[in-house]
């Protein structure tokens, strides 16, 4: 974040210059003097109307518009691309919170007066935990430590890698949980809860099991071990136990799981996982399944069959990566046809993306879009909380997966909260 100078107060003074010559000539001169100067004057106003307004934008890649603020503000570079006019000098400290408002034309303060972190506030509004997910090579960034382990800010964080199955048993029967260790013992110093991520998924998965042509017998062995090494290990905590089985259209994925076992790789793996801890909450996690729809419906198909068939499962992860203005319509509703069926509800990986650069309208759009996910959760008690999926555009995966798309995050690439932050405590607030 930096300043940038004032220059308003220099063209007010070059004004009233100009104006004191006009009483020291002759009348004649003096009229003429003075049509020159309203003139001069004239030629002004466009200099003084291109400033920016209180809370105005002010400077940002793409941006077109004024560079120079209104006097009693000064222009605030929140990152590359947006800047803007906010109140004070550019000596006086920043507000207390950095999120600009959504309304450019707004006089008041921004709107981020909430007190205390979102883990804080979440709690208060009668959630279990506001989280973030983190992921190793993060944890040398000093500053970016720094907010994470703020555990009034997140009460809860998912490692975003280092516990997959690549990195924790990447031939068979050696596990390696060095990587995972170091953010459990994080969540273990800073107070927060873990959610382990995860047992069985498709992707990110070792070509011994996926290459390995195992017949049903060694397979459902080689889950029950995995699950059951990996839940032993971080013990009572949330897991991530099945992640993303099923395809967009609600029928399953067919990964090496489902072509080798159907549909019962899921029991088995959440059967382990239950042996090896009966506090963990088991969770199956999912995308695309926050709206009403087919994939969401065959969720909830599973869930019913689970449970009919006496298999644990407590919960189901929303894992929520939206694209600013085209969220599923109805997810609170959708998240109450999950906690009809006696299970929880968690949003595991919110992010919400836009196409490049970030524009005041896309990030106010974002704010909004932040507001009703959360909102949704909120006003759902069977809903317990919330994870981003990290909580800065510095280490956000969509860049990397999305051509030209980012800035998915409340906070933006330098640690600075945008208005989606204030989004998200509204939507606690709800
Ligand atoms: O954030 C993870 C990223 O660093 C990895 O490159 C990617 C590889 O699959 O996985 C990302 O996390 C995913 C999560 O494990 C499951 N849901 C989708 C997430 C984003 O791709």
């Known amino acids: 974040m930096s300043r940038r100078p004032n220059v308003s107060a220099t063209k007010s003074r070059r004004v009233s210059a100009m104006l004191s010559i006009s009483s020291s000539k002759p009348r004649l001169l003096a009229m003429a003097k003075l049509t020159a100067i309203l003139a001069a004057l004239v030629a002004l106003i466009p200099l003084a109307s291109a400033q920016s307004q209180e809370w105005g934008q002010c400077g940002g890649v793409g941006w077109t518009g004024p560079t120079t603020c209104v006097t009693g503000t000064f222009c605030m570079e929140y990152s590359e691309y947006y800047s803007q006019c906010i109140p004070g000098t550019a000596t006086t400290a920043p507000p207390a919170t950095t999120a600009p408002p959504t309304s450019s034309s707004s006089s008041s303060a921004p709107s981020s007066t909430a007190t205390g972190g979102l883990h804080t506030i979440a709690k208060a509004n009668g959630?279990?935990?506001?989280?973030?997910?983190?992921?190793?090579?993060?944890?040398?960034?000093?500053?970016?430590?720094?907010?994470?382990?703020?555990?009034?800010?997140?009460?809860?964080?998912?490692?975003?890698?280092?516990?997959?199955?690549?990195?924790?048993?990447?031939?068979?029967?050696?596990?390696?949980?060095?990587?995972?260790?170091?953010?459990?013992?994080?969540?273990?110093?800073?107070?927060?809860?873990?959610?382990?991520?995860?047992?069985?998924?498709?992707?990110?998965?070792?070509?011994?099991?996926?290459?390995?042509?195992?017949?049903?017998?060694?397979?459902?062995?080689?889950?029950?071990?995995?699950?059951?090494?990996?839940?032993?290990?971080?013990?009572?905590?949330?897991?991530?136990?099945?992640?993303?089985?099923?395809?967009?259209?609600?029928?399953?994925?067919?990964?090496?799981?489902?072509?080798?076992?159907?549909?019962?790789?899921?029991?088995?793996?959440?059967?382990?996982?239950?042996?090896?801890?009966?506090?963990?909450?088991?969770?199956?996690?999912?995308?695309?399944?926050?709206?009403?729809?087919?994939?969401?419906?065959?969720?909830?198909?599973?869930?019913?069959?689970?449970?009919?068939?006496?298999?644990?499962?407590?919960?189901?992860?929303?894992?929520?990566?939206?694209?600013?203005?085209?969220?599923?319509?109805?997810?609170?509703?959708?998240?109450?046809?999950f906690t009809a069926l006696g299970v929880?509800?968690?949003?595991?990986?919110?992010?919400?993306?836009?196409?490049?650069?970030?524009?005041?309208?896309?990030l106010a759009q974002q704010q909004k879009d932040y507001q009703t996910v959360i909102t949704a959760c909120k006003n759902v008690e069977g809903c317990v909380g919330v994870t981003i999926w990290d909580y800065t555009d510095k280490y956000s995966w969509v860049p990397q997966t999305f051509s030209g798309q980012g800035a998915a995050c409340p906070w933006d690439a330098n640690l600075a909260k945008k208005p989606a932050y204030d989004g998200i405590v509204a939507g606690l607030q709800a």
């Open 344 to 362: 929880e509800v968690a949003i595991t990986e919110l992010d919400i993306r836009m196409t490049l650069p970030s524009t005041p309208t896309l």
């Open 127 to 337: 959630k279990l935990y506001f989280g973030s997910a983190t992921d190793n090579p993060e944890l040398s960034d000093t500053p970016y430590v720094a907010i994470l382990d703020d555990n009034t800010m997140f009460g809860q964080i998912t490692p975003g890698n280092s516990m997959k199955w690549d990195a924790t048993e990447p031939s068979r029967g050696t596990f390696t949980f060095s990587g995972g260790d170091v953010i459990a013992n994080l969540a273990k110093q800073n107070g927060q809860l873990l959610r382990g991520h995860n047992c069985v998924w498709y992707s990110q998965l070792p070509s011994w099991v996926s290459s390995g042509n195992f017949d049903a017998a060694t397979l459902t062995s080689i889950i029950q071990t995995h699950c059951s090494t990996l839940v032993g290990h971080y013990k009572g905590q949330i897991w991530d136990v099945v992640n993303e089985p099923f395809n967009d259209d609600g029928t399953y994925r067919q990964d090496v799981f489902y072509n080798t076992l159907n549909t019962n790789y899921i029991s088995i793996a959440l059967q382990a996982a239950r042996a090896a801890d009966p506090d963990a909450k088991l969770y199956i996690n999912d995308y695309n399944v926050e709206g009403p729809g087919a994939k969401s419906t065959a969720l909830q198909n599973l869930v019913k069959q689970l449970k009919a068939d006496n298999v644990p499962i407590d919960g189901v992860g929303l894992q929520g990566h939206f694209i600013v203005g085209e969220l599923p319509g109805n997810i609170q509703q959708n998240i109450e046809a």
